[in-house]
C-alpha cells in the first residue's frame, strides 16, 4: 500500500487564519511567550535542584537505613546459626571449590562494630544484660531455689494450630508475637481477627479454630525480634547458674477466663506438677514471678481452707491446688512448696484503661495518637473491631477495677486527688459536653429518650458499662468474675467456694503461709491514665441492647424470653459513647491529655491497684491472717533518653523487667538472699491508702 500525503486544503474553516482579527494573533503570540517562560523556569528549578532530593540519593539511602535497622537486631548466636545454616548448606549441594572463609571471624568484627554503635541504635542489646548476674556472682551467690516465671497479659506468644478457613499459615506460626503477626495483620487481618477471637458463648475455641499458648522460655522472652520481655531476667538468672532444671516460664493463653484455662489446657493441673517436681527434685521450696496480670493468674494469695467437694470447681490456680477434688494438695500446699511471691508491677485491683477497651474499644494508646496515625488506625482497625475483640477476651476481664468506690474514690473525691484538684478522679467516667437531643421523629418509648447521662463513678460506671455490652459478655462476667469488697471474715471464708472471688484480693484472704514473702515490686513517676472525659456521637448509635428498656434491636429469637424484639423501622436512639479526645487541657489538675485525665502509675497501671493491697490491706488480719511478710518495693522512673526504652533506671510497666534495680531483687530472693530486699517507697501510696474505705 502507498501512503499518499494529504496536501493542506485551505478551505477547511479550522485552519484559515482570518487577517480581519489581529487580536487573536496577539493573543496567540503573547501566550507562546508565557508558555516558554515557564518551561524554561520549571527547567532551571529541576536542575538546580539538590542532589540530597533527588530520587539518586534517597532510594540508596532508604536501602542503607533498613539494613542498619535489620543489623542492629542481629545478636552473637544468630552468626552463629548463620555459619551452621551456611555449612550445612554447602554440604547439600556440589559446588565447586571456593577459598576458605571462617565465619567465626564475623562474629568477632561484629562484636567490635556494636561496641562503636551510639547506645540509640541498640535496640536489642544495651550492654546490660548480665551485669545484675555477675555481681551477684562475684559475691559468691548461686541458685537457691527454683523459680518459675509467670507473664502478664498479651506477654506470651500464641502459635496457630489449626484454622479450617484458609491462612496463609503452617501449624505451629505465631498469630500473636514475632514478625509473622504483623505480616497477617497487614494482609489478612479479617482472618486473623477470627482466629484470635473466642466464642462469645462458650469462652472457648470458635468453630474450626484452635490457637494455643507457644511453651517453654522463648514463648515470653521477647515479643518480636529486638523488643525483649523477660528475656532480661532469663539472661542474669543464667548467670548464677539457673537453666531448664530449675528455672519455668508457665505461659497461658491469656484471652481465656482463669476458668477455662484449667478446662481446656489443664493449667494450673500442669502449674502444681512443675512446683511440686521441683521441690521433690530440688528439695527447695519454688519462687514464684509474676508480672501485670499474671499477678491475678498467680491465685495463691487466695487460700487459707480446705476446698470441699461441694462442686465442680475446675477454676484457677491455687485455690485450685488446695481443693481435694482437683488439686488435693491440702490448706498447707502454699507454705510446703512456696518460698516466695514476687509480684512485678500487678493489677491487683485492675486498671483504667480496662474499663475504656470494654466500653469503646479505646485507651490512652489509641486516643494519643497522632492525626495520621489515628486515622490509618480507624480505617485498618476500627473502634468497633477493636471493641469486638476485647470482649471476647474473658482473660482481660480479670482487669476489671475493684473494689468500687470504696477504692477508688465517689462523687466527693478520690484517695490520690491532689488537695487543689480541679476535677476529681472520683468521676470515672465523666461527660464534658451534654449528649445532643434526639432526632425528630424518635419513638418515644426508645431507650435513647430516657437515658439520662451524668458523670459516673467506679461503682455506677461499671453497671454503665455492663448495660453497653452484649448479654453474653454480661454473662461472662457474672460467671467468672466478682469486682465488690468483703470485710466480714466469715464471708471472706466462704468465697473459697466461689471461684469467681478468687481473682479479687477484695474478697478473699491470703493462704496460711506465715513462712511465704511476698514482695511487691512496681514502678512510679510515670503519667498513668487514670479516669476519663467521654462523649457520644450524634451521628453513631450503639446497637447493642440497652437493659434498661429491655429493647434488644439484635434480638433474633423474642420466643425464647431472653430478649425483647424492637418496633419494625425502630432505630436505636442510644448513641455510642467514646473518649473526647479533641479535649486536652494540661493547666487542670489532673491533667488533661485526648480526654484521658492522667495520674500516677507506672505509665500502664495506676498506683492503686499497684500498692493499695500491698501496703494496707494486706496488712491487715482480715486478709493476712497467718501474717504473711508483705515487702514493698517502689522503683522511680528515671530513664536515660538516648535509650529507646529507658535503660537500667526505667520504671515503665513492661520496660521494668529489664531494669537493673528489678533484676537485683529477683536474683536476691532466688539465692536465698531476700532479707537484704527492704521496704521502699518513692510514691504517696500509704497516705493514699489510709484514705480508702476499708472497714
Known amino acids: ?155 506470651t506468644a500464641s502459635r496457630y494450630s489449626r484454622f479450617i478457613i484458609p491462612v496463609e499459615l503452617l501449624p505451629g506460626s505465631r498469630l500473636w508475637g514475632g514478625f509473622n503477626m504483623l505480616s497477617q495483620v497487614t494482609f489478612n487481618r479479617e482472618k486473623w481477627i477470627n482466629a484470635m477471637m473466642l466464642d462469645p458463648v462458650t469462652g472457648l475455641d470458635p468453630p474450626g479454630s484452635k490457637i494455643r499458648a507457644a511453651e517453654g522460655i522463648d514463648a515470653a522472652s521477647s515479643f518480636i525480634q529486638g523488643y525483649w520481655i523477660w528475656s532480661k531476667i532469663v539472661e542474669n538468672l543464667a548467670v548464677v547458674n539457673y537453666d531448664t532444671n530449675n528455672l519455668h516460664m508457665a505461659p497461658y493463653d491469656w484471652r481465656l477466663s482463669f476458668y477455662n484455662l484449667e478446662e481446656r489446657d489443664g493449667y494450673f493441673s500442669r502449674l502444681k506438677s512443675t512446683i511440686e517436681g521441683f521441690k521433690r527434685r530440688q528439695n527447695r521450696k519454688v519462687v514464684l514471678a509474676a508480672h501485670s496480670m499474671g499477678a491475678n493468674v498467680c491465685c495463691f494469695v487466695f487460700v487459707c481452707l ?60 489509641t486516643v494519643q ?187 433474633v429469637d423474642p420466643s425464647d424470653g431472653s430478649c425483647s424484639a424492637g418496633t419494625p423501622f425502630d432505630t436505636p436512639l442510644v448513641r455510642k459513647s467514646y473518649i473526647d479526645a479533641d479535649f486536652t487541657n494540661e493547666t487542670l489538675l489532673p491533667k488533661v491529655v485526648n480526654g484521658v485525665k492522667m495520674g500516677e502509675g507506672d505509665g500502664t497501671v495506676s498506683l492503686l491497684s499497684l500498692g493499695a493491697m500491698c501496703v494496707e490491706g494486706w496488712r491487715r488480719p482480715r486478709w493476712n491472717p497467718a501474717n504473711i511478710n508483705v515487702t514493698v518495693v517502689e522503683l522511680p522512673h528515671r530513664p536515660v533518653p538516648s535509650i529507646p526504652r529507658g535503660g537500667a533506671n526505667t520504671s515503665d510497666h513492661v520496660d521494668i523487667l529489664g531494669s537493673t534495680g528489678l533484676n537485683e531483687i529477683v536474683l536476691k530472693v532466688v539465692t536465698g538472699v531476700g532479707h537484704e530486699v527492704h521496704d521502699s517507697y518513692v510514691s504517696n501510696i500509704r497516705e493514699y491508702a489510709q484514705r480508702m474505705h476499708w472497714d
Open 1 to 155: 500500500m502507498v501512503l499518499v500525503h494529504r496536501g493542506k486544503n485551505w478551505s477547511d474553516s479550522n485552519l484559515v487564519t482570518k487577517d480581519s482579527d489581529p487580536d487573536s494573533a496577539e493573543k496567540l503570540k503573547e501566550a507562546a511567550k508565557t508558555l516558554k517562560a515557564e518551561v524554561s523556569k520549571h527547567k532551571h528549578k529541576r536542575e538546580s535542584r539538590s542532589l540530597f532530593a533527588t530520587r539518586r540519593f534517597l532510594f540508596p539511602l532508604g536501602i542503607l537505613l533498613g539494613a542498619l535497622l535489620a543489623f542492629s537486631l542481629i545478636e552473637p548466636r544468630d552468626i552463629q546459626d548463620l555459619h551452621a545454616h551456611l555449612t550445612l548448606l554447602l554440604g547439600e549441594y556440589t559446588m565447586p571449590d571456593i577459598p576458605g572463609f571462617d565465619l567465626s571471624r564475623v562474629e568477632n568484627e561484629w562484636q567490635r562494630l556494636r561496641s562503636n554503635i551510639p547506645e540509640v541504635w541498640k535496640f536489642n542489646v544495651d550492654g546490660r544484660e548480665f551485669q545484675v548476674g555477675e555481681s551477684m556472682r562475684n559475691r559468691g551467690l548461686t541458685a537457691e531455689h527454683p523459680i518459675v516465671l509467670i507473664p502478664g497479659i498479651i506477654s
Open 306 to 365: 480446705i476446698i470441699p467437694p461441694q462442686q465442680n470447681l475446675t477454676s484457677d490456680s491455687f485455690k485450685w491446688v488446695e481443693s481435694p477434688e482437683h488439686g488435693a494438695g491440702g490448706a498447707d500446699w502454699v507454705e510446703n512448696h512456696i518460698e516466695a511471691y514476687i509480684s512485678i508491677a500487678g493489677t491487683h485491683l485492675g486498671v483504667a484503661k480496662a474499663m475504656s477497651a470494654f466500653l469503646s474499644g479505646e485507651m490512652k494508646d
Open 369 to 555: 495518637m497522632n492525626p495520621a496515625g489515628a486515622y490509618v488506625l480507624e480505617r485498618f482497625f476500627s473502634r468497633a473491631e477493636r471493641q469486638k475483640l476485647f470482649r471476647s477476651w474473658a482473660g482481660s476481664a480479670s482487669m476489671w477495677i475493684k473494689g468500687g468506690n470504696d477504692i477508688w474514690g465517689g462523687p466527693h473525691g478520690a484517695p490520690d486527688d491532689s488537695h487543689n484538684c480541679t476535677h476529681s478522679h472520683g468521676e470515672l467516667i465523666a461527660f464534658r459536653l451534654a449528649p445532643p437531643p434526639p432526632p425528630p421523629g424518635s419513638v418515644s418509648t426508645s431507650a435513647g429518650i430516657r437515658e439520662e447521662l451524668q458523670n459516673m463513678t467506679a461503682d455506677t460506671a461499671s453497671d454503665w458499662i455492663l448495660q453497653h455490652t452484649p448479654s453474653t459478655f454480661q454473662k461472662m462476667i457474672e460467671t467468672n468474675f466478682s469486682f465488690g469488697i468483703e470485710r466480714d471474715e466469715a464471708r471472706l471464708k466462704a468465697n473459697n467456694l466461689d471461684h469467681r472471688k478468687w481473682t479479687n484480693p477484695l474478697e478473699v484472704q491470703l493462704p496460711n503461709a506465715p513462712s511465704m514473702k511476698i514482695y511487691c515490686v512496681y514502678g512510679h513517676g510515670k503519667e498513668t491514665e487514670r479516669s476519663y472525659w467521654y462523649t457520644q456521637d450524634p451521628n453513631a448509635y450503639d446497637e447493642t441492647a440497652d437493659q434498661a428498656s429491655g429493647l434488644d434491636p439484635l434480638c
